[in-house]
């Protein structure tokens, strides 16, 4: 003899809609124009190009005033052009704590707000990637 669920414990009914209008279910190709992949390595590159620093000084854990703006905004855009989590983009500057990542996404927002020279540079960088 079978046991039968009380309607109630059963799972509910999944039901798939399909995509809006004009937009493909299927999987993007590599070669598809409106795939671009961007890596923490290639915004260190793009951030240490535009202020006139190397990786090696940007990804450092120095408090000089000079490193700690770059290295803020590099944090801000690897949180927005990336899928890494922040303890993951901290290991990326030199083993930064997830919270000074935190800090980091939290002073470049407010910055983009106040500061039209960071807002530009952020834009820039955001075209450029």
Excluded: C, W
Excluded at 17 to 38: C, I, Y
Excluded at 54 to 66: F, N, T, W, Y
Excluded at 70 to 98: C, N, V, W
């Amino acid at each position: 003899m079978t046991a039968s669920i009380p309607s109630r414990h059963r799972s509910p009914k999944i039901t798939r809609f399909p995509p809006p209008n004009g937009l493909s279910s299927a999987p993007m190709n590599a070669g598809d124009a409106e795939v671009r992949r961007t890596t923490i390595e290639a915004i260190q590159r793009a951030v240490a190009d535009l202020f006139g620093l190397s990786v090696e000084q940007l990804i450092r854990k120095s408090p000089r005033g000079a490193v700690t703006v770059p290295r803020q905004i590099a944090m801000y855009l690897a949180k927005q052009l990336t899928d890494s989590s922040l303890p993951e983009i901290g290991r990326y500057f030199g083993g930064m704590h997830h919270t000074t990542v935190m800090h980091a996404i939290a002073k470049m927002e407010e910055r983009r707000r106040t500061d039209s020279a960071t807002d530009l540079a952020i834009t820039r960088l955001l075209k450029t990637l």
